[in-house]
C-alpha cells in the first residue's frame, strides 16, 4: 500500500487541522493505521493508531482528548483531527499502516511497514 500525507500547514494556538492519509494500492480497511510525528531534534513519538480489528483507537497522553483517528473507507483514507492545537503539537506527521500490526505493537514505529511522507504542522502566535 502507497500513502500519501497532506493537510499540515502554519495554525495559531488553539486552533485546529485536520490530516489526511489516503491510501492506494491496497484497501486500507484491513489495516492498522496511525500517525507518528517528529519534532526538530527529537525522535519519532506515537500519537494515535486505529486497530486493524475492531477499530479500537489509541492515543498518547499528549493529546487524548484533543485528537482524533478516524477512517473513511469508501475514500480509502485515515484522518487525524487536530483540536486545540498547542505550540509542542509543532512537529512533522507521518502516517503509517501495516496488516498485520498485534494489537501490542499499535504504537511502536516497528509495528508498521508502509509509510508516508510527512506533513508539516506549525503552531505558532
Known amino acids: 500500500v502507497q500513502l500519501q500525507a497532506s493537510g499540515g500547514g502554519l495554525v495559531q494556538p488553539g486552533d485546529s487541522l485536520r490530516l489526511s492519509c489516503a491510501a492506494s494500492g491496497r484497501t486500507l480497511s484491513t489495516y492498522s493505521a496511525s500517525w507518528f510525528r517528529q519534532a526538530p531534534g527529537k525522535e519519532r513519538e506515537f500519537v494515535a493508531a486505529?486497530?486493524?480489528?475492531?477499530?479500537?483507537?489509541y492515543y498518547a497522553d499528549s493529546v487524548k482528548g484533543r485528537f482524533t483517528i478516524f477512517r473513511d473507507n469508501a475514500k480509502n483514507t485515515v484522518y487525524l483531527q487536530m483540536n486545540s492545537l498547542k505550540p509542542e503539537d509543532t512537529a512533522v506527521y507521518y502516517c503509517?499502516?501495516?496488516?498485520?500490526?498485534?494489537?501490542?505493537?499499535?504504537?511502536?514505529?516497528?509495528?508498521?511497514?508502509?509509510w508516508g511522507q510527512g506533513t508539516l504542522v506549525t503552531v505558532s502566535s
Open positions: 503509517a499502516a501495516d496488516e498485520h500490526t498485534i494489537l501490542s505493537s499499535v504504537r511502536d514505529i516497528r509495528g508498521y511497514d508502509n
Open positions: 486505529i486497530w486493524r480489528r475492531q477499530g479500537s483507537t
